[in-house]
């Protein structure tokens, strides 16, 4: 010990070792590398979408102290090794963490980085990435999108072609891309969950909005009022319509992608019907006239259901009509209005026009005015089949709603054919749910078979990484597609009669339930039993349905998984 102490002793003092220009480069080189790093690291945080302000802090934090460290530590080179040491391992525990966030390819300082950066060159020359088709874009033209020839609109095919394909196979029905100052957050919904993607950073964000914009048909000039525009994307046979929507917000242009499955095809069979109910819906179809209120809680798929029914119509031999104030889709052979404020008439007038003008079917999805929902409901007990669209969280909410609206008790249960009242569950991934033994006093309490196995989606697998192994179906959600639970309450003489003399709602709900025939909960159940969907699942939508707050939600992560040619597009 003394001896050290006497070698220390005998070193020089140097006080002024930042004359000394090999010392002196020695600590800017270290101290170039570190604003290098923390300024990658505060775009990098939000790019692999980790935690920005504690990262950021962190690189500051340990740089300041090994700063300090480095500058008063007396002995040069012991105060830079500490300098240098303090910094390195910052630099290795973020990028340890990053690199556990993302895909193989997107890690950095992997040997595949080293060999890709070898290739490409530092400066930026990855611009000449192999661009590929692998989505068959075709504008609003109908002209293919061919890959361009020059930089620019390579980059720019090649983000909008990762993006459209990611979104399709993971079956997402709106993707968004919404500006922020240096990055852009994407967004997705799939099965009507909302998943937050892996940002892009700014420029990309804009060159990917340039592109699709072009492509749409939309005014490239106008960057701040709304504008629509429609491309068609094809992998294999798979078609897809995707609506394209810009809008103007204070940090830029925000992109919305609405991406069509089988929407557009579906009839009332196909939507969750159980037989016995999709007997009775199909027998009104031929009853004229009257009228039929479908309903759900906002996002549950009631648009869908008006249109299924719409389309079950033969709409070559009868006169179809519409006033909506969205048109969501296209539907052949039938007249579609949309409706605008501006257009000088009230939609009770334009509802008006529309009933004198004598259509078989009249259709809306939507009523905003009290008046039209009187004009509705004449129409539907004199002439004409009605469909009318309402929110409501059950049969009985729709019919207090409905009977306030039209506000004479004698004409609803003169007009009123049928209330239907429904919410859409997720169905479990027929390749990876798990059959399980549920808690037999649930069971009881839920007036199911106690000894039934039902079936949930399956715990997460790993791989020797500790990266979660996605189910290719599913891509790891547990669920592929939607389909309805439905609650049907078909207006018979009997519930006529009541509806003309009852004096509140409670009337009402009596008889009816006394009948024993309504219950969402029940018919929901039934999906469960049969292994359609979960318990987890119907709670969920049950819950959301009703207006409570959907909860927490684990956020699937699927990596190092291998895509598939085709995206299964179900509903
Ligand atoms: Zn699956």
Redesign the pocket.
């Known amino acids: 010990m003394i001896a050290t102490l006497e070698l220390l002793a005998q070193l020089p003092y140097e006080p002024h070792y930042f004359l000394n220009p090999v010392k002196l480069v020695a600590f800017m080189v270290v101290f170039a590398i570190w604003v290098v790093f923390a300024q990658w690291v505060d775009k990098d945080a939000v790019a692999v979408n980790t935690y920005r302000t504690l990262w950021s802090m962190l690189t500051l934090a340990s740089g300041a102290a090994a700063l300090l460290l480095g500058l008063f530590i007396p002995l040069f080179w012991v105060g830079f090794l500490l300098f240098f040491i303090i910094n390195l391992v910052m630099m290795v525990v973020y990028i340890l963490h990053r690199n556990g966030l993302v895909r193989e390819e997107d890690r950095v300082f992997t040997p595949t980085h080293f060999r890709r950066l070898k290739e490409e060159g530092f400066s930026g020359k990855k611009k000449q990435k192999e661009v590929t088709e692998r989505v068959r874009i075709t504008d609003a033209d109908r002209k293919v999108v061919t890959i361009p020839e020059e930089e620019e609109g390579r980059e720019q095919y090649r983000l909008t072609q990762d993006l459209v394909f990611d979104a399709l196979w993971r079956r997402a029905t709106i993707v968004e891309v919404l500006p922020a100052k240096d990055v852009a957050k994407v967004s997705y919904q799939i099965d009507g969950e909302t998943d937050q993607r892996e940002g892009l950073v700014r420029q990309e964000a804009d060159l990917l909005v340039h592109f699709l914009k072009q492509i749409a048909g939309l005014n490239m000039e106008e960057r701040r009022k709304p504008q629509r525009g429609q491309i068609v994307a094809a992998i294999g046979e798979n078609r897809h319509k995707i609506a394209v929507r810009t809008d103007g917000s204070t940090a830029g242009e925000k992109l919305t992608l609405r991406i069509f499955y089988n929407e557009e095809t579906l009839k009332v069979p196909d939507l969750g019907f159980n037989p016995k109910q999709l007997e009775v819906a199909m027998a009104l179809r031929e009853v004229t006239p009257g009228m039929i209120l479908l309903t759900a809680p906002s996002g549950h798929g009631l648009t869908t259901t008006i249109y299924s029914f719409t389309r079950t119509h033969d709409r070559f031999l009868q006169n179809v009509q519409t006033i909506e104030f969205e048109k969501e889709m296209e539907i052949d052979n039938v007249t579609q209005k949309v409706f605008s404020a501006s257009g000088g008439t009230t939609f009770t007038e334009q509802l008006l026009k529309l009933v004198r003008s004598d259509p078989d079917i009249i259709v809306l999805p939507e009523l905003r005015e009290r008046e039209s929902a009187a004009i509705a409901a004449q129409a539907a007990a004199q002439k004409q089949k009605v469909y009318v669209g309402l929110m409501a969280v059950d049969i009985f909410d729709a019919l207090r709603k409905w009977m306030t609206l039209v506000g004479d008790k004698g004409l609803v249960a003169k007009s009123l054919l049928a209330v239907g009242n429904q919410r859409l569950v997720r169905i479990l991934?027929d390749?990876?749910?798990q059959a399980y033994k549920p808690d037999a006093q649930m069971m009881r309490k839920l007036n199911l078979p106690a000894d039934k196995a039902l079936y949930r989606k399956p715990e997460p697998e790993y791989d020797k990484h500790g990266n979660e192994i996605a189910?290719q179906?599913?891509q790891?959600t547990?669920y592929?597609g939607r389909t309805a639970v439905f609650d049907w309450l078909t207006v018979d003489d009997g519930l006529r009669e009541v509806l003309r003399r009852s004096t509140s709602m409670n009337d009402i709900q009596n008889y009816v339930l006394k009948k024993g025939e309504v219950g969402l909960q029940a018919q929901a159940l039934q999906k469960v039993l049969v292994g359609v969907t979960s318990i987890q699942e119907v709670a969920r939508a049950v819950r959301q349905g009703n207006g409570a707050s959907p909860g927490p939600r684990p956020r699937p992560k699927p990596r190092g998984a291998g895509k598939p040619d085709k995206p299964s597009g179900r509903r």
Do not use: L, P, Y
């Open positions: 991934c390749q990876c749910k189910c179906a599913c790891g547990g592929v």
